[in-house]
């Protein structure tokens, strides 16, 4: 028996979908910057820039095609970031 992989092809309609969503959340994000919202303006960038790199990371980078250990890994490597991002804030928070 031969061993093939499965190939994934995502469509070009989806792509160009996608690709239009990260500049409409790229032009919410320049929007907002306007916006005084005080602390609230970097967790609002925060989340959008997390859209938007999970957006890239399923589509583009075929992320939801890849099996389970790779998904831990990158989960594991969010939740780091998460922690170290945690830490800057409170950092600057008790100053």
Known sequence: ???QQE???IGYKTLLNVLLLLFVLTG???GASY???GQLNVWLA???AA???TLVLFFFMHMKYEGRALRWSFLGTIFFLFIMI???FWDVAFR
Do not use: A, P, W, Y
Request: proline share 0%; net charge negative; no cysteine.
């Open 51 to 53: 859209i938007k790199g």
């Open 86 to 88: 945690s830490f800057t």
């Open 46 to 48: 925060l989340f959008i």
């Open 35 to 37: 916006l005084d919202l």
């Open 7 to 9: 190939q994934h092809i």
């Open 1 to 3: 028996m031969e061993n």
């Open 28 to 30: 919410i994000t320049v």
